[in-house]
Nanobody, 121 residues
Framework: QVQLVESGGGLVQPGGSLRLSCAAS????????MGWYRQAPGKERELVAT???????NYAGSVKGRFSISRDNAKNTVYLQMNSLKPEDTAVYYC???????????????WGQGTQVTVSS
């Protein structure tokens, strides 16, 4: 069994910062790409940022220059540093990871349960 657990969400004022964490645990042989997505009320889930096992990153245009994704492979953890937050960043943020479990030869995409980020004065 593999589990992704997010933390770090909350309420922040416009212009503020938050750091999200997502830790993968369980029967993990390897992790390929990891990423963050978000879903605002009434909207579809959208990509925020992704990072490969080698550290290559990709960002949505709306967050480029404000958000930074990173990972600690020793801890099976991915982070999202969010700066200069705007009200339109308000959403539930989800992490995902492409994980190959012990005893399997293929990877699966796992999702966390989500963490709420609210940007409001």
């Amino acid at each position: 069994q593999v589990q992704l657990v997010e933390s770090g969400g909350g309420l922040v004022q416009p212009g503020g910062s938050l750091r999200l964490s997502c830790a993968a645990s369980g029967s993990i042989r390897s992790i390929n790409a990891m990423g963050w997505y978000r879903q605002a009320p009434g909207k579809e889930r959208e990509l925020v940022a992704t990072i490969t096992s080698g550290g290559s990153t990709n960002y949505a245009g709306s967050v480029k220059g404000r958000f930074s994704i990173s990972r600690d492979n020793a801890k099976n953890t991915v982070y999202l540093q969010m700066n200069s937050l705007k009200p339109e960043d308000t959403a539930v943020y989800y992490c995902n990871a492409e994980i190959t479990s012990w005893g399997r030869s293929y990877q699966r995409l796992y999702w966390g349960q989500g963490t709420q980020v609210t940007v409001s004065s």
